[in-house]
């Protein structure tokens, strides 16, 4: 069983700052790629940020030079970092990783697992 632990999500003024971790827990061989999306009332869920395991991250144009995403390998942890925030920022935001994990004794297999959503509201 392995699962992701997300929390940070608030409410905040326009221009404001939130932090939003994500911590995976079980029992894991590997972490791959993690990533943050989002999601908004009546819109589709999209990419924020992406990250590898060698620490090369991307961003969304709507956020880049804004928002930071990080991650601490030792602690299987992903963290975004939300500056000069927008109204436009405001959805339930969510973590995922890419991970190996064991299926049983010996075997391994691979996972796309998500987080349960962390809400931002941006909003003054």
């Known amino acids: 069983q392995v699962q992701l632990v997300e929390s940070g999500g608030g409410l905040v003024q326009p221009g404001g700052s939130l932090r939003l971790s994500c911590a995976a827990s079980?029992?894991?061989?590997?972490?791959?790629?993690m990533a943050w999306y989002r999601q908004a009332p009546g819109k589709q869920r999209e990419l924020v940020a992406d990250i590898s395991s060698s620490g090369s991250g991307n961003y969304a144009d709507s956020v880049k030079g804004r928002f930071t995403i990080s991650r601490d390998n030792a602690k299987n942890t992903v963290y975004l970092q939300m500056n000069s925030l927008k109204p436009e920022d405001t959805a339930v935001y969510y973590c995922?990783?890419?991970?190996?994990?064991?299926?049983?004794?010996?075997?391994?297999?691979?996972?796309?697992?998500w987080g349960q959503g962390t809400l931002v509201t941006v909003s003054s």
């Open positions: 995922k990783a890419e991970a190996q994990v064991f299926t049983g004794a010996t075997t391994r297999g691979y996972l796309e697992v």
């Open positions: 079980g029992i894991i061989v590997s972490i791959y790629d």
